[in-house]
């Protein structure tokens, strides 16, 4: 089916690394990207591709998939990685935009 | 560094048109590799795409907003804009307009807007 699934809450211990993970069967032919959006404030990409991270987003923050998972990974995770996450991709079939329901991570 | 703007009314009232543009700048909305789009968000919710579009004129529309949904290109004015017809309640969101970048394996939204909250109200 066209569709992205994200646990809807995680939370992690300052410091510590937490995984964010996304699953649908387009992932099995296409890249997720990943992007992170705070209240109020328009989402921005942190990671695009097999692994890639935009100028200014730090290398805490990594991707990773496997079959028709795709994971975001914030090792050593900060007080202001806190926010609402999306993964993205596109449809096996056509041109279409797939995204996913959203994680909202909390950094206890 | 490209910069996206959006515009239009921040009302609009059930059954009638919702309108906007898209400025860009510090690029071209002609540059042949991107592809322009419209993002919307519903208060508290996530996500939803509704449509992408090429300088060139083609098109990709959300599924359940293709009837609705119209796109279109002014290069002169380097923007693209957004139509949605027969609005209620339920398209009160902010929209977001954004450059989308695509590779073989790979698309992704980079930069987005700051988006526009638009109310659907009487």
């Known amino acids: 089916s066209s569709e992205l699934t994200q646990d809807p809450a995680v939370s992690v211990a300052l410091g510590q690394t937490v995984r964010i993970t996304c699953q649908g069967d387009s992932l099995r032919s296409y890249y997720a990207s990943w992007y992170q959006q705070k209240p109020g404030q328009a989402p921005v990409v942190v990671i695009y591709?097999?692994?890639n991270r935009p100028s200014g987003i730090p290398d805490r923050f990594s991707g990773s998939s496997s079959g028709n998972s795709a994971s975001l990974t914030i090792t050593g995770a900060q007080a202001e990685d806190a926010a609402d996450y999306y993964c993205q991709s596109r449809d096996s079939s056509d041109n279409h935009v797939l995204f996913g329901g959203g994680t909202k991570l909390t950094v206890l | 560094q490209l910069h996206l703007q959006e515009s239009g009314p921040g009302l609009v009232k059930p059954s009638e048109t919702l309108s906007l543009n898209c400025t860009v700048s510090?690029?071209?909305?002609?540059?042949?590799?991107?592809?322009w789009a419209w993002i919307r968000q519903p208060p508290g919710k996530g996500l939803e795409w509704i449509g992408i579009?090429?300088?060139?004129?083609?098109?990709y529309y959300n599924p359940s907003l293709r009837s609705r949904v119209g796109l279109s290109v002014d290069t002169s004015k380097n923007q693209f804009s957004l139509t949605l017809s027969s609005v209620t309640a339920a398209d009160t969101a902010v929209y977001y307009c954004?450059?989308?970048?695509?590779?073989?394996?790979?698309?992704?939204?980079?930069?987005w807007g700051q988006g526009t909250l638009v109310i659907v109200s009487s």
């Open positions: 591709g097999k692994n």
């Open positions: 579009i090429h300088y060139s004129g083609t098109t």
């Open positions: 510090g690029g071209s909305v002609n540059n042949s590799p991107y592809y």
């Open positions: 954004a450059r989308r970048i695509m590779m073989v394996r790979d698309n992704w939204f980079d930069p």
